[in-house]
């Protein structure tokens, strides 16, 4: 399989109250070049999560949620890469 050929994951993302407000998937799309499909969401004042699947190539991917991680976003796998 190639390192190049684009993969999706789908993830569950929780934010904590002071990256609520924040625009970090935009930032997450623009820096990493991966795009993220929101499939469900909740967010209140407080805190919040979305289920996505994220979409690029397997080592953008792996930048992109080690940087949420370092942001302090939790980042939940969940289910298997889809190949796409």
Not at 23 to 28: K, M, S
């Given at each position: 399989?190639?390192?190049?050929?684009?993969?999706?994951?789908?993830?569950?993302?929780?934010?904590?109250?002071?990256?609520?407000?924040?625009?970090?998937?935009?930032?997450?799309?623009?820096?990493?070049?991966?795009?993220?499909?929101i499939r469900r969401a909740a967010v209140d004042a407080d805190s919040g999560w979305i289920v996505c699947e994220l979409t690029g190539e397997r080592a953008a991917i792996e930048q992109a949620t080690a940087w949420l991680e370092s942001t302090g976003v939790r980042v939940e796998l969940l289910g298997d890469v889809v190949e796409s």
């Open positions: 399989m190639s390192e190049m050929a684009p993969v999706a994951v789908r993830l569950r993302l929780v934010f904590p109250e002071e990256l609520v407000r924040e625009p970090v998937l935009a930032r997450l799309s623009r820096r990493f070049d991966v795009e993220p499909n």
